[in-house]
């Protein structure tokens, strides 16, 4: 029974990942399942900005996931999901073999998501960290998801996971182009 986290920013590949570990699972034949928040309305299935997909069953209570009979279970973008969803997760370690989970791991203020700080609690098998390339200066060091409209980031108002639907423009950026919730520019 092991855990394993995919986590970063958004275009980091997080879910190229867990497409790419489910693909052989699923060849092989071994019972497994993947799951994604009904939220994530940007695809039908598991999609990776290169193209890759993998169709996965799209929920917004993981408890549905302790039903089915699984040896390993995928779960695509976890931010969603409510940190009292994570008691879900340690009953389902206790069922199936193992469980791969990504999603981003800090929200457009750059705080770590409820369900991932309890997530990393249980002493994952292997936590995978993401990068992507900044959107604003190129680094290859954005570990951070900017959420902006057209009067630039936004700092605060805002739900903790917000879905990728046309409202507003998301950016991977690195620390130094992050732009803090007190407006300035960094982390600190």
Not at 1 to 20: A, E, Q, R
Not at 119 to 148: F, H, N, R
């Amino acid at each position: 029974m092991s855990l394993i986290l995919i986590l970063g920013p958004m275009k980091s590949g997080k879910s190229f990942d867990l497409i790419n570990y489910f693909l052989p699972i699923k060849e092989a034949g071994i019972k497994h399942a993947l799951f994604q928040h009904k939220a994530n309305i940007r695809n039908e299935h598991i999609q990776s900005r290169a193209g890759l997909h993998i169709e996965a069953k799209k929920v917004t209570d993981l408890s549905e996931i302790l039903n089915g009979e699984f040896d390993v279970v995928g779960i695509d973008e976890i931010h969603f999901f409510d940190e009292d969803q994570a008691y879900i997760i340690v009953e389902l370690l206790k069922k199936v073999t193992k469980v791969v989970i990504s999603g981003l791991n800090l929200d457009y203020r750059g705080e770590i998501f409820p369900i991932v700080k309890k997530l990393m609690k249980m002493s994952p098998e292997k936590v995978l960290i993401k990068k992507s390339i900044c959107d604003i200066c190129g680094s290859a060091d954005a570990e951070y998801t900017q959420i902006s409209d057209k009067n630039g980031p936004i700092m605060d108002g805002l739900p903790e996971s917000v879905p990728e639907d046309g409202t507003y423009i998301y950016k991977a950026v690195c620390r130094n182009c992050f732009v803090r919730p007190d407006g300035l520019s960094g982390i600190i």
